[in-house]
Structure formats: C-alpha cells, structure tokens
C-alpha cells in the first residue's frame, strides 16, 4: 500500500538522467494531475528479418543482469512516484478497501486437515503475520499439534518468501520441501529431519518438481537450466550428501518440459516429459530407487497422454484413435507399452475428462461438460453404477481437494460458485453422500441471498458463442448504466472457474458487474476450444472478448465508458492486443505482468518459456508464424490513436514475463497516445510474477487496483 505521495509543482524542470527524459521533483500545493508521465528517451534497435525493418526505440529498458542499469531502475522509480502521484487523491479509497476486505478474512484460521500415514497435515495462520505454519497432529482433531515449518521465521530477512514442494516421507521422518527468496521463481530444495528438529545440509538448486523413493534414502529431483530457467534434468539424490547426484534423464528437446511424480499407492514412480502438443511418460518400481527408468510409450506429435497406477495396471487418459477430448485407456503392468492398451472409459465427443484418479477400490474422473465442472465416481469393487456428485447451483467450479491417501473411505472436494463461498465437502465412497467439513468464513458478515450469478452467451463475430460469468448485487440496473470489471484470460487451455472471491465484494457492493469471459484457448468448452485460441487460430481469442464486450454493452450490461478489464500474463496480452484492436470499447485496462514484447521474446531463445512455447504461440524466425503473430502481438501494434485509460504493472523479479515487456509497451503506448489519457506503469521492485508473497502486502496490491478500477468509473467512496 502506498504510503506517501509526492506533490506536484506548478512548474516542471526537464532533467536527462542516462536514459531517461525525467521531471523533477514538484513542489508542494499543485494538484496531482498537473504531474507530467515521465518520457522515456528513443534509442532505435532496428530488427531486419524476414524483409521486414522493425524499430525498436525502447530495447534499452531490457536488462537481464541481476544488478540492473541505475538509469533503467531509476527509470522504474520515476514512473512509480507518477502512478502514486496519480493515485494520491484515491488513497482514502485504496485503505478503506483494505480495510474491507481485510475485514472478510478470518485472520486466524485453520486450514481442513488431510491424512497421510500415521498423521494429520494442515497450516494455520496467526493474525497479523504474513505466511501460514505448517504443522500435523497424530489425531483428527488436532490436538497436540507438531510445528514442522513457521514460514513467518524462514521469511526473517526477506521482502519475498514463497515455499513450493512440501513432502513428507514413507515413515513420516523427512521433509523435504523448496523456497523461493525473490520471486523469481528459482526454487532451492532443503531436508529437514522431523525427529530431531534438525534441518540436513543437503541442497540443491532450480528444483520444479521432487519426489521420495519408498524406503526414503532418495529424493528424485526435477530441476532446471539456470538460464532458460526450462525444467530439463532429472535428478537422484541421496539423502545426507550434497553436490553428488545422480542425472537419471537428461531431457533435450527445447520443446520440452520434465518433472516427477508418484502413483497414490506409491508404487510407482514417474518422469513426465511434456510439450504442449505431445508428452512422454517413463516409469520406475518405487521399492527400486537404483533400476532403470522404461518408457511407456514413445513421444510422437499429437499424442498427450498422461500416466497412473492402480492395482497392477496403467492407466493413461489419452487423446489417441482421435479422443480430442481425451479417453481412459488401461494396459498391464507386465507390459505396458500402446499396443496393450485398452479402453477402460471410452470416448465421449461432448465430455472432457481432465483427470482420474485412483483410490483402494474407487477411481474418480475429472470431467468438463459445457463448461461446467463434474466429479464422476466409480466403483471398482461391485458393479455400482457411476454416478456424479450432484452440484447444488447451475453455475459453479469444483475439484478434487488435497486427498493423500489411497486407503479411505472418503475423499474430499472443493465447492464453489461466485456467490458461495469457497467449501469442502467430504464425499462417503460407500453412501455416496456429501458432507460440509468447512466453508469459508467471512467475519464482517456475507448474506449470499444479495448476490446473482449468472452465464450468459455471447456471439462472437464468427458465429461461435462465448460464455460469461456473471456476478452482480440483486437489483442492480441493466440499462447500461452499470459499471463493469471484465475478465479474461484466454491461453494454455487455462480455464478461468466462476469462482468465490470476498475482494470482489468491494466492487459489487458498489454497483458494479464483475464478469468473466471464457474465451477461446482456455478449455471451458472442451480441447476445441483450447486448439481453436492458439498458433493460427490466436486471434480468436481476442476478437472473442472484443465482442463479448460489445455484447454486453449491447445488451444493457454496461456502456463502453463504464467498461474497465483486467488480465494478467498471457492475460496482459489479451490487454495489449485488444486495446490496439478496439481502443474505444473499453474506458480503462489493468494489464498485470502483460506479455506484450511476443515478437522480441519469442525471437530470444535464452529467455525462460520462449523454446517450450514455439508451438504454443509459433517461432517468429519462421516466416511463416511470424506473418501470423506480428498481427497481434500488442508492442508492435501500438500506432497513433487515443487509447484508454492503463494501468500496466510489472514485477523486478518476474521470470515469467520480464518487466521490460510492460515498460515497454507503456513508453510506446505514451509515445502513440493522441489524447491524454494517463498510461501509468507502476513497478513491483521486490517481487516476481505473481506479485508479493505477504498476504496483507497481497491484500493492499488488490485494494489498489479495485481503487483504480472504481475510481476510473467515478466512484471514490
């Protein structure tokens, strides 16, 4: 949260520092308005490629050294002084939504406890402290609890701390879990003994994914390249030593991702090569930590298929004989190679089955249908008919919970829609029966009945309809007046779940809509949906939510200069390409850690994520897929026209999608910009792609960008 703004003097001293065309610092008295955006200085890079000349005036604000130029931090600074400066007058805003939502959370609270051998896992937050404990307690009930890591102790000494993995092993003795420092999402692996208290030296850098052998002597081990930052190794490491691991497989197509995993029975271990059109799967005994890892069926373009064990088969759910929407197919342990696989659920054109899993004598299918969430169990003892768990609301998202253990009786899932809170139920696999174990609390009060949810169809401009979800208080007027918040994200076959959110009450409290459209290439409506949002087929996914916009401003849902949207990462480039597209649909645009540079990014192979998401996106240095993405990619689409009201925010530390995309497009977009709205780019100095790891410093970044949302709709209170 900001806590103080600077003033703003009547005149401007221009001052040139490095790169930077800067304002001095104004005097006290002068409306905040009156602040000049700083102007960040030209320096052209010229990219000739394809017969194509591309001007870049800005490339100097890329640096990828972990001490950045002073100009360009400096540089950052400036613009975040011009945001506060900007936001200053909404400060009251900004702390009475904290306040709010700060109030709708049960600051000391406990999380629902999940079994794994002889104990009970969960965490618990304390108020005013920033991270969960973790602890386990050999009862349900929790008494006597055992305190494994305080995170509030671990972060001493750091703006950012995040833990990743956490997992325990066979016998209860070992823990081996990741924290990240910076958020740069670089993940150090540590062992701590839980009989003792002790934690090992054992440690090992750039971990994406880890695993235990039965007998607990070895962890294997994903890890990364330190520079492309691609998980590419496998690693077998024993317990108690240090810098001597074993490369089990070394994973060298770019294209390729790799990680490990374990079967729920935890007799089978797995090593997941996966690209985004095709994946690989190798298998090892679990009670064998030194055999040879086999592979199962060999990667081939267009073959996703991923793997389980259960009672002496393998079972995959697969996209194979033409299951675009994927199938359950089995094979034998003794042999599991695709010439014995079998159908164990046979393809259905109109269900997607996301997922299964098994349990001792049950198996539980993840499935999509029209967009909406199903669980499906299945009795493998008897010849009970499946059956889905039925869902209260036509509109809602639910899952699989935290379920660790494979002998149970009972598994649990989450529940919710955007007007119940977040829930989790237990599910008896012997009555089929729903039981409520927890539903989130909200200590300032929630009276649900105030509150509609509802999906509404809109036509994009091919013909095909597009779903949104909607959130609104009762009453509220659809004679487009209503302000809006629209959502979206689009991308990776990423669903976006109409989901409970209590800091979304601040906004529909206040009258306005909040509304999330499901475009193409998420996977809402199935894999067609996912396909037909990517490479060749991308600029559904923009035109989809141009015209969702303009149908619900046509419907009366809001009007175009009521209208603000929001989305972050592959989302930000849904921000970057439609306000190029259709800058006077929208009044304002929050564009969050935007990947908006495609063209530059996609062109550096050394940068993380870019190799991997070649056939996600395309590869620019092929004609080709460059033709296609320069159409869209919204840095190189920035021309003269009157843009809307941004906000672009950007992380230091962002691994995912590095901060000069976003400063970029800000300085380019100021450059453009024939009216004057304000483009402020505001700058996270401490943190990484998914912002800070604090949940009150999480809770004030909300309240800001709620105030800047309401504020451009002129509402201040």
Not at 157 to 165: S, W, Y
Not at 231 to 249: A, C, F, N, P, Q
Not at 680 to 703: C, Q, V
Request: with cysteine; net charge neutral; aromatic share 12%.
């Amino acid at each position: 949260m900001i806590k103080a703004f600077l003033c703003v003097a009547v005149v401007f001293i221009i001052i040139v520092i490095g790169h930077t065309v800067i304002v001095a610092q104004p005097g006290a008295g002068a409306p905040a308005e009156n602040m000049k955006a700083p102007i960040a200085k030209k320096e052209a890079k010229v990219l000739k490629i394809h017969g194509y000349e591309v001007v870049d005036n800005y490339a100097w604000l890329r640096d990828r050294n972990k001490d950045k130029d002073p100009a360009i931090i400096q540089y950052l600074k400036d613009n975040n002084a011009y945001t506060e400066t900007f936001m200053g007058k909404y400060q009251p805003l900004v702390d009475t939504l904290y306040n709010e939502m700060l109030g709708r959370i049960k600051q000391d609270d406990t999380s629902v406890p999940y079994k794994l051998g002889e104990f009970w896992y969960f965490n618990k937050t304390d108020q005013g402290k920033q991270y969960p404990i973790y602890l386990r307690s050999r009862t349900r009930d929790l008494s006597n609890p055992e305190v494994l890591l305080d995170q509030n102790e671990l972060a001493k000494g750091f703006g950012f701390f995040a833990i990743g993995d956490f997992d325990v092993s066979n016998d209860g003795n070992l823990l081996a879990y990741t924290t990240d420092t910076t958020g740069y999402r670089q993940y150090t692996l540590h062992i701590k003994d839980l009989r003792t208290g002790k934690t090992l030296d054992d440690s090992v850098e750039r971990v994406t994914s880890s695993v235990w052998s039965n007998d607990g002597k070895y962890l294997f081990i994903g890890q990364e390249d330190p520079v492309s930052k691609r998980s590419d190794t496998i690693l077998r490491h024993e317990v108690g030593t240090s810098g001597k691991d074993t490369v089990v497989y070394k994973e060298d197509d770019v294209l390729f991702n790799v990680g490990v995993g374990r079967s729920r029975d935890r007799k089978m271990l797995f090593i997941n090569s996966y690209a985004k059109t095709l994946r690989e799967s190798r298998f090892l005994a679990a009670d064998n930590p030194l055999g040879d890892w086999k592979v199962i069926s060999p990667r081939r373009e267009g073959h996703e298929y991923s793997v389980d064990y259960d009672n002496g088969e393998f079972y995959f759910v697969t996209n194979r004989d033409g299951a675009e929407n994927f199938k359950v197919m089995k094979a034998p342990a003794s042999d599991p190679s695709e010439k014995n696989w079998s159908d164990f659920i046979p393809y259905n054109p109109s269900i997607k089955i996301d997922d299964i899993n098994f349990f001792n004598g049950s198996a539980v299918v993840s499935e999509l249908e029209n967009g909406l969430d199903y669980l499906r169990i299945i009795d493998r003892k008897t010849n009970r008919p499946s059956e889905r768990i039925a869902t209260p609301e036509s509109v809602y998202t639910m899952g699989l919970a935290n379920n660790r253990e494979y002998d149970t009786p009972y598994i649990r899932y989450n529940y919710a829609s955007m007007i119940t809170p977040n829930s989790t139920y237990e599910f008896d696999l012997n009555t089929r029966q729903s039981k409520l174990i927890k539903q989130q609390e909200i200590p300032s009060g929630y009276d649900k009945s105030k509150y509609e949810t509802v999906r509404v169809w809109a036509t994009a401009r091919d013909g095909v309809k597009v779903p949104i979800s909607l959130m609104m208080k009762k009453g509220t007027k659809l004679d487009g007046s209503a302000p809006m918040l629209l959502y979206a994200y689009g991308s990776y076959g990423s669903s976006t779940p109409p989901s409970f959110s209590t800091n979304r009450l601040s906004l529909v409290d206040r009258g306005m809509v909040y509304a999330i459209a499901h475009i193409r290439g998420g996977s809402e409506l199935g894999e067609k949906w996912r396909l037909d949002g990517r490479m060749y087929k991308k600029l559904n996914t923009f035109n989809d939510f141009v015209d969702s916009a303009k149908w619900l401003i046509a419907n009366k849902y809001t009007s175009n200069d009521r209208l603000v949207i929001q989305g972050g990462s592959a989302g930000g480039l849904l921000m970057g390409a439609v306000t190029n597209m259709s800058p006077d649909t929208f009044h304002a645009v929050i564009a969050q850690v935007p990947f908006v540079d495609v063209m530059n990014t996609m062109l550096d192979a050394s940068l993380p994520l870019t190799t991997e998401e070649w056939i996600e996106w395309g590869n620019p240095n092929n004609k080709k897929d460059w033709d296609y993405m320069i159409q869209y990619s919204p840095y190189d689409n920035v021309k003269p026209q009157n843009y809307p009201n941004m906000l672009i925010e950007v992380s230091l530390n962002d691994s995912q999608v590095p901060y000069w995309e976003g400063a970029k497009f800000a300085a380019k977009v100021r450059e453009m910009n024939t009216d004057s709205n304000p483009i402020l780019l505001k700058t996270n100095m401490g943190a990484g792609h998914g912002g800070s790891s604090g949940r009150y410093d999480r809770l004030k970044e909300i309240a800001f960008d709620y105030a800047y949302a309401l504020s451009e709709v002129g509402i201040t209170k």
